[in-house]
């Protein structure tokens, strides 16, 4: 083995893990970012409103 790494160790949970967010959660978070974007006309809102396009666009058709 290489003198120059060293390996990473480490525990993990035993407990299940949960999805970051289900289907209908993401859903509901573009149409809330998209909502945001809306309420910033001055263009603070175009963040939200890319955010709300790069989900949604991972998301699989309803």
Do not use: I, K, N, W
């Not at 289907?23 to 998209?34: C, F, K």
């Not at 603070?44 to 955010?51: D, F, R, S």
């Not at 790069?54 to 058709?61: C, E, F, G, V, Y």
């Amino acid at each position: 083995m290489d003198d120059d790494f060293d390996l990473v160790t480490g525990t993990c949970s035993d407990e299940p893990r949960l999805d970051l967010l289900t289907h209908t959660e993401a859903r509901e978070t573009v149409e809330l970012l998209q909502v945001l974007e809306q309420l910033a006309p001055d263009g603070h809102g175009q963040a939200a409103g890319q955010l709300a396009a790069d989900l949604a666009r991972r998301l699989p058709a309803p």
